[in-house]
């Protein structure tokens, strides 16, 4: 029998599936890097056997392939427990590598499941992968070891931490049973508002390519060939930063003709339209942060999740890029 493959992308899904390395390959989607981090009961909740008012992790698997196992609305341990190996594949990207440490954390109390765990860490978006390509070479499954789980677990835990001040310290910590995390680690840590302008990695890449005129919301959003190549937040995360920086009372964007940005501005053609179409600019406010002259934080509210830290005006922790240290409120 094939193994069960987990991954963390419905385009790697399908390219696994298409490969003919998986008997099923479902894809396990939460958004890590933006909002509070689940909590043990909500991550439970997720796992168990679907109830009918609670989100599953099979969600976003088509029901005609659990309905081919007999797997569809079972709790991941009873459906693992249906197949000799389990393979994880594993995207680079943030918020794929939040997703192992967390899944990895949930699972080791399983020894059931452990026992059958490998891990697939692809150094490259496993959805670009032609199938064919995949089906001819696969990368290396390694064992899940102790090792693996003890990384994983200790990594989670300091991410749901009250304040991120044992994240920073897994960059003075051996990471490399799981080589891509140190850079995740990083990159989470530059999303934190910065020390001089109070605005993350993101936020201020955007208000880079903005400065250079003539720019859309299209030109300001991260992805496949474009110029800003943050790759923690996602396309409606991004969005929902872009909305910050516009409606607020300082503004440091001005031009963006729609919002917000939202799935009901995106199902109306005539509003998306316009929104894609906004011409986007500098405040005189927002070049001063550009410009490193003034703070976002000192003139408009602040209250979003890093994990497990709240921040918010007057509990912000901010991140160094120079110093590449920790700032604590």
Known sequence: MKPLILTTDSSAAGVLWAAGLADLAITLTRRLVWGPAPSASETATLFAARKKTSLHWQDYTPPSRLEKCGGIDLGLIEFCARYEAVELWIDPDPNAQMTLIWLLSFLRLHEEVIAKLSLVQADS?????????????????????????A????????????????????????????????RTAVELLEELPGRDTGLGATEMRMLELISEGDASPGDVL??????????????????????????????A?????????????CDDRARRRRYLQSRLSLTPFGKEILAGGDDF???NPVHRWWGGTELSNDRLWRWDSASRDLVAP
């Open 125 to 149: 978006t496993i959805g670009s992968c032609p199938p064919e390509v995949l089906a001819k070479g696969r990368p290396p499954a390694v064992k899940i070891s102790e090792d693996h789980l």
């Open 151 to 182: 990384a994983a677990s200790m990594a989670w835990q300091a991410y749901c931490a009250p304040t991120p001040r044992d994240w920073f310290d897994l960059l003075e910590t051996d990471l490399s049973v799981l080589p891509q995390l140190r």
């Open 222 to 251: 991260p992805g496949h060939k474009k110029r800003n190549k943050r790759r923690v937040f996602y396309f409606w995360e991004i969005g929902e930063l872009l909305d910050g920086l516009v409606h607020c009372p300082v503004p």
């Open 253 to 265: 964007v001005a031009g963006l003709d729609e919002g917000p940005f939202t799935m009901q501005m």
């Open 297 to 299: 934080t000192r003139h």
